[in-house]
């Protein structure tokens, strides 16, 4: 949220969770009917103050789900909380597949010394993995995605790379097996997910059934930040250097 707020001055970047609603972590919901509310009462003031100002129109906030791919089950509940706060707030899609996406997991891989960091200068690491298995959550749909940034990926780092779900039973043995068949003999397993969606111990359970190293979930990295603007100013219609309203 702060790359997306230092992309745009006056950009009213919010953050709400799918569990729990508290004032650490406020719900979706609640951060949906905050925003409808703020914007009321910004009008009411107006109005008062005998400034000549239009009624509000258009969302009171625009909804970015922070997925790398698609995850129906996360995705029908990001839904439902927009559904319930009626016609405050507009939804849009998830962040990927992107290139900013295949450059965020390369970086988190040479930063866990996994892949060479710079291919233009023919960096190369002692561990650096012949073959990548991008890990993501979601099903088949999340896979198919997922395999659309692996090619991007593959294309950066010259070596292959496919998509496998954490969540399905026996989806990263059976690619790591495809991989090491295919004369791949040092892999690694990168997250195609931000973080939080992650169930804990899941990562490294399938670190341990593709038996390789893993690298960082994408995280807080830069490119994230500013595909959540891209989406938000997209929906909008407004250029990234202009505009101000609710995140």
């Given amino acids: 949220m702060s790359i997306a707020r230092s992309e745009l001055p006056g950009l009213e970047a919010l953050i709400g969770f799918l569990e729990g609603d508290d004032i650490e972590f406020p719900s979706l919901a609640t951060m949906l009917a905050a925003a409808a509310s703020l914007r009321t009462e910004r009008y009411e003031l107006a109005v008062a103050a005998g400034r000549e100002v239009t009624a509000p129109t258009g969302p009171a906030a625009v909804v970015v789900p922070l997925l790398a791919g698609p995850d129906s089950a996360q995705m029908r509940q990001v839904r439902q909380a927009v559904m319930d706060a009626g016609n405050t707030a507009e939804l849009t899609d998830v962040l990927g597949p992107h290139p900013l996406l295949a450059e965020a997991l390369h970086v988190r891989l040479s930063e866990a ?135």
Avoid: N
């Avoid at 779900?165 to 690619?175: M, R, V």
């Avoid at 295919?182 to 969606?197: F, M, N, R, T």
């Avoid at 994230?224 to 407004?238: D, E, F, P, R």
């Fill in 113 to 247: 010394g996994l892949a060479r960091a710079d291919r233009a200068r023919l960096f190369t690491v002692a561990t650096a993995a012949d073959g990548i298995i991008l890990a993501t959550v979601g099903g088949e749909e999340a896979v198919q995605a997922a395999g659309i940034t692996g090619m991007l990926l593959a294309a950066r780092l010259a070596v292959p790379v496919m998509a496998a779900a954490l969540d399905q039973e026996g989806s990263i043995a059976s690619i790591a097996d495809q991989l090491r068949a295919a004369g791949s003999e040092q892999l690694a397993l990168a997250p195609y997910l931000i973080g939080p969606e992650l169930p804990e111990g899941l990562l490294d359970e399938a670190s341990k059934e593709a038996g390789c190293a893993a690298a960082e979930p994408l995280g807080a990295y830069p490119a994230i930040g500013k595909l959540v603007l891209s989406q938000y100013t997209a929906t909008l219609g407004i250029p990234q250097q202009q505009g101000s309203s609710s995140l």
